[in-house]
């Protein structure tokens, strides 16, 4: 299995976050990704969607007038907790981060 880049595995989280908040088609969610800082274009932006739909994390549904709508999956939900479970640990991990939240429940 070939590991992915970091690229793609924030280009997953985002994708199945902004799915999560609403379904979306390709141009909305290029849209707002870019809003994000995230500069993707379709070309770049279709694998990692057939990647998310092979792995049953999000589907996609033809609509009259909009295309294909994606939708994010329970596999999709457990695998977008399970990228912010990781994130919780890397933050938690990082110098001073006991602190601020010592400095939050102090308040």
Excluded at 41 to 69: D, F, H, K, Q, Y
């Amino acid at each position: 299995m070939i590991t992915p880049s970091l690229d793609r595995v924030v280009s997953r989280l985002y994708i199945l976050k902004l799915v999560q908040a609403s379904p979306s088609t390709v141009f909305s969610l290029m849209e707002r990704l870019r809003e994000r800082g995230i500069d993707k274009n379709i070309r770049a932006l279709r694998p990692i969607l057939r990647s998310l739909m092979i792995a049953r994390s999000i589907t996609a549904e033809l609509v009259e007038g909009n295309g294909r709508v994606y939708t994010i999956t329970d596999s999709g939900r457990a695998e977008l907790d399970a990228y912010l479970s990781h994130l919780d640990v890397l933050k938690s991990d990082l110098p001073g981060a006991g602190n601020h939240a010592q400095k939050k429940d102090a308040a």
